[in-house]
């Protein structure tokens, strides 16, 4: 392989983890404040349409970008609701909200089928993009690739070094004892539900304006369960995430890259599977393995909470 076949083949490999990385981060903090939605493909789906129906219409990719996360923001709090305010489970009501996700971007999205526009512009600095390697590697990409960088960076410092950070991880952890000292743990979670929503839309906006920029049905083909399944492998840490997010990222473009090479006598369809495969393999390992007890999944995670009167 040469050079510029490597840089490429990573060029598609930081592409591919990008969605990931956002959806990831998203629910990590919707994870760590207790509240488990499982609704990420369905945010997901509502952010790519958003950010395409708005980007064709308006001609601005930027306003694309903010539509998404704000699409994906809009199914986050209206599960809130569902699971914070009226106490529904929150299990079947991010099923429910995948579902929902699911039909709605296919019904917005009809109309735009076909249709595709400009990708999102790369970063460009003059004498320094047009180094060998390093310049196409680390300046040739867009501003949500950046974007999701800086994010890991804020939510790492945010739980560990604020106070906000650490109020979320109390909530998570015994929302109980939190209320008791006075803090609005439904406050809390509705904050961090609605900022994962917007991180799952950013996701999906990625997808259909930089990554593949167009609309196509259900285009998410199940990233946001391998978002879902990445906060678990990362044991609850941002950087664990990127490192996880990069990884599931370099499978979806080995399936890709062994289709396209040939030579092995193995079905496409079982090339595409490699990436939810090792989403299982994964996830049996350390649920079996010697990790098991050091998963530190909140507490609370999942578990409604009802303040006492």
């Avoid at 690739?145 to 939510?155: D, E, F, G, N, R």
């Avoid at 994962?196 to 946001?224: D, N």
Wanted: glycine share 12%; aromatic share 10%; with cysteine.
């Amino acid at each position: 392989m040469t050079d510029s076949s490597a840089v490429l083949v990573l060029l598609t490999v930081i592409s591919a983890a990008t969605p990931l990385l956002f959806a990831a981060l998203g629910e990590l903090i919707t994870e760590k404040s207790g509240v488990l939605n499982l609704g990420v493909e369905g945010m997901m789906l509502a952010g790519a349409v958003a950010a395409f129906a708005v980007a064709v219409t308006t001609g601005s990719s930027t306003l694309g970008v903010f539509a998404g996360a704000l699409a994906g923001a809009i199914l986050a709090f209206a599960f809130g609701v569902l699971t914070l305010t009226l106490a529904a489970n929150q299990v079947a009501t991010g099923l429910a909200l995948t579902i929902f996700g699911i039909g709605l971007s296919a019904l917005v999205g009809a109309g735009f089928v076909g249709i595709a526009v400009t990708p999102l512009p790369k970063l460009a600095i003059p004498g320094v993009s047009d180094l060998p390697v390093i310049g196409s590697l680390v300046f040739g990409h867009d501003a949500l690739v950046y974007l999701s960088i800086v994010a890991t960076v804020a939510v790492a410092w945010f739980l560990k070094k604020t106070r906000g950070g650490m109020i979320l991880r109390a909530v998570g952890e015994s929302d109980l004892s939190a209320h008791s000292i006075g803090y609005d743990v439904i406050g809390v979670r509705y904050r961090a539900v609605v900022f994962g929503g917007a991180m799952s839309g950013l996701g999906g906006a990625f997808l259909s304006l930089a990554y593949t920029p167009m609309w196509a049905e259900e285009m998410t083909a199940g990233r946001g369960w391998i978002a879902l399944a990445l906060v678990v492998f990362a044991s609850w840490r941002p950087w664990r995430v990127l490192f996880g997010a990069y990884l599931f990222g370099g499978v979806t473009i080995l399936q890709l890259y062994l289709q396209g090479a040939g030579g092995l006598d193995i079905p496409s369809q079982v090339m595409s599977m490699l990436p939810y495969l090792a989403t299982i393999l994964v996830l049996t390992v350390i649920a079996a393995g010697p990790w098991k007890g050091r998963l530190d999944a909140p507490a609370c995670l999942g578990r409604p909470f009802r303040p006492s009167t």
